[in-house]
């Protein structure tokens, strides 16, 4: 059954409206776009959870700006905190002068972090997107170590440029651009369902670990010492596919015997996403740096790199970038962090996103089509496979991209916004904001399976829903 969208025009616009700006839209911006072919849906209003189109049509967003909205869209509190800030008189851009809004975001950031870390750690203000503070963090530590190469991982997701899409797995991506990955070693990353040594649990994780001890120490292994090693605690981009603590704490002691800085991206996992403010938390390891965007600016473009104090050997002006002086996008940040800590948001997140989990693998008893469900907190991935084929020496069977499509597509009828990621984009991604109240949990559940059963039905009947 189809579940209808309330159908209320917005800001005066209309159906016709909105499919003339996409055909606008279509005719003017590059090919590289992406969420907008997914959904060819013209965002007016949004509120929390709820987007509505400009024909009136509203969604449940289970995307959340990739992560980004860890209070959803608009929240109050971040609301407030921009409206105080442009009323204030501030200057809302200022290079990377000190501002009294800057030193509040610093404060409550740190506060966040591990006392381990945040004691003796230093913050740089990158450009406000992800990707440039990953690529911080890699000339940060080749000009701290003096050594050019990098350890990354299968499956990983680090961003656009250059140094980042290096550090990157999709092969897509990376194809066009010739030798973007020389100097980067590629490890196995522990993925249960697709193991890449077919063992799948705790046997998979713990030879990937042995692997990337033996190569590295190998003197005919071919890898020259690296400036650092960059992980997920969840690959995001890669699946939803959390790697085990132990593994964790493996990868912290591997790289600190044999003094390789370890650098951990929390640009999608951070602020509460995984049932902890960081994901490092769950493992209890140690980094020498973190990446952090996203939900760090509360809803606005902010991005940092923080990293122990040893590392500081950069000089003046070793990285900078016009637009790291984000005022608002500091305050809003500094109030959704607060917010998040004091209202317990990254417990709520590891108990809806338990309950959640929990339904979505009793639905996999009743949907073939479901092959794995996995995640942490509210960073959730649903994978699709063909059931109809036999399974590899893990119990994995073959990937179902295609029907991933449609079940993003009905989802979209059904008044859901989900996205698909992980290896041939055939899993779906839940990222709902952490603000999502137990009947919105319900609302996107039963939409999901609806979905589901109707692709299943319709893949049964041997027609394309």
Not at 196 to 220: C, H, K, M, Q, W
Request: a negative charge; proline letters at 7%; one cysteine or more.
């Amino acid at each position: 059954m189809t579940v209808p969208s309330t159908v209320l025009p917005a800001n005066g616009r209309s159906a016709a409206d909105a499919h003339a700006i996409l055909g606008r839209q279509r005719a003017r911006e590059s090919s590289a776009r992406t969420y907008a072919r997914s959904f060819p849906i013209v965002p007016a209003r949004a509120q929390g959870m709820t987007i509505e189109g400009t024909d009136g049509r509203r969604y449940l967003d289970c995307l959340s700006g990739a992560g980004t909205l860890a209070l959803g869209h608009n929240h109050p509190v971040v609301l407030e905190a921009i409206r105080r800030t442009v009323d204030s008189g501030a200057p809302l851009h200022a290079l990377d002068l000190a501002t009294p809004e800057k030193d509040d975001f610093t404060d409550a950031l740190f506060a966040t972090l591990p006392n381990a870390f945040a004691d003796r750690a230093r913050i740089h203000f990158c450009g406000p997107a992800g990707t440039d503070a990953v690529e911080a963090a890699l000339k940060l530590m080749q000009t701290a170590t003096g050594r050019r190469g990098l350890l990354a991982f299968t499956g990983a997701y680090h961003g656009m440029t250059a140094g980042a899409l290096a550090a990157t797995g999709n092969v897509a991506v990376k194809a066009p651009v010739p030798g973007i990955a020389a100097e980067v070693t590629r490890l196995p990353y522990p993925y249960p369902y697709r193991c890449p040594f077919g063992v799948g649990g705790e046997r998979g994780a713990a030879l990937s670990a042995a692997y990337t001890e033996r190569l590295i120490d190998d003197p005919s292994g071919g890898v020259i010492p690296p400036a650092a090693m960059i992980l997920e605690a969840v690959q995001g981009e890669g699946g939803a596919v959390p790697a085990p603590d132990a593994w964790l704490r493996e990868m912290r002691r591997i790289t600190t015997e044999r003094e390789i800085p370890l650098i951990v991206d929390e640009v999608q996992t951070g602020v509460g996403r995984t049932g902890a403010f960081w994901a490092v938390e769950h493992s209890g390891i140690v980094p020498d740096a973190m990446v952090m965007s996203k939900a760090i600016g509360g809803s606005l473009p902010l991005a940092v790199v923080v990293y122990h104090e040893d590392y500081d050997g950069w000089l003046p002006g070793a990285h900078t970038g016009t637009f790291r002086g984000n005022t608002m996008a500091m305050a809003a940040g500094t109030a959704t962090l607060r917010h998040v800590a004091r209202q317990g948001l990254a417990e709520r997140a590891a108990t809806v996103g338990a309950l959640m989990t929990a339904r979505l693998e009793g639905l996999s008893a009743e949907l073939p089509t479901i092959g794995d469900v996995r995640g942490r907190g509210l960073m959730i991935g649903v994978e699709l496979v063909d059931p109809e084929s036999a399974p590899d020496s893990c119990g994995a069977r073959p990937v179902a991209p295609q029907v991933a499509a449609q079940v993003r597509a009905a989802c979209l009828e059904r008044g859901l916004i989900v996205e698909l990621g992980g290896r041939f984009d055939s899993t779906v991604r839940l990222l709902p904001p952490l603000v999502i109240t137990d009947e919105q949990a319900e609302a996107v559940l039963d939409r999901l399976a609806d979905a589901l059963a109707e692709v299943a039905a319709g893949q049964l009947s041997g027609r394309s829903v």
